[in-house]
């Protein structure tokens, strides 16, 4: 992601949580990873004023305690989180989901593959788009 600021990866499931940390770790890509389990906890890291703002999140939908659309409506009502791009990293490759989280802006929604090899070129290509991306106001 070519910045020092973290990617926050939204995700309850440790084996994908370790699946995304190691596809980084190949990528060489060199941001820290900041992992939170659910919706809840991610949007307290994001208002937690002594965590950096993170360049992307990658997130998980189906979650406990806040799922990833309850997630991404509370962000995009926040004027402090609604800039922050957001990539969808799921298992659903349900219509209703796709048509639900780009109605609420995400920037990306990818179905995890389930072949480690094809995870990591997905991992790669959210990598070079957002190392190529450019947002605003330098942030």
Not at 22 to 37: E, F, I, M, Q, Y
Not at 104 to 115: Q, R
Request: hydrophobic share 40%.
């Amino acid at each position: 992601m070519r910045t020092s600021k973290p990617i926050l990866l939204v995700e309850d499931d440790h084996v994908d949580a370790m699946t995304v940390q190691r596809a980084l770790k190949d990528l060489n890509v060199t941001n820290p990873l900041a992992h939170v389990p659910n919706g809840e906890k991610a949007l307290g890291y994001l208002r937690n004023e002594h965590n950096k703002k993170p360049c992307v999140i990658l997130l998980d939908l189906n979650m406990p305690r806040m799922n990833g659309i309850e997630f991404l409506k509370s962000i995009k009502a926040d004027s402090k989180l609604k800039k922050i791009p957001v990539v969808v990293l799921t298992t659903s490759g349900d219509t209703e989901d796709k048509y639900a989280t780009f109605s609420l802006s995400i920037a990306g929604y990818i179905v995890k593959p389930a072949d480690y090899k094809k995870f990591v070129e997905a991992m790669r290509t959210i990598d070079i788009y957002w190392s190529l991306s450019e947002l605003p106001n330098g942030e």
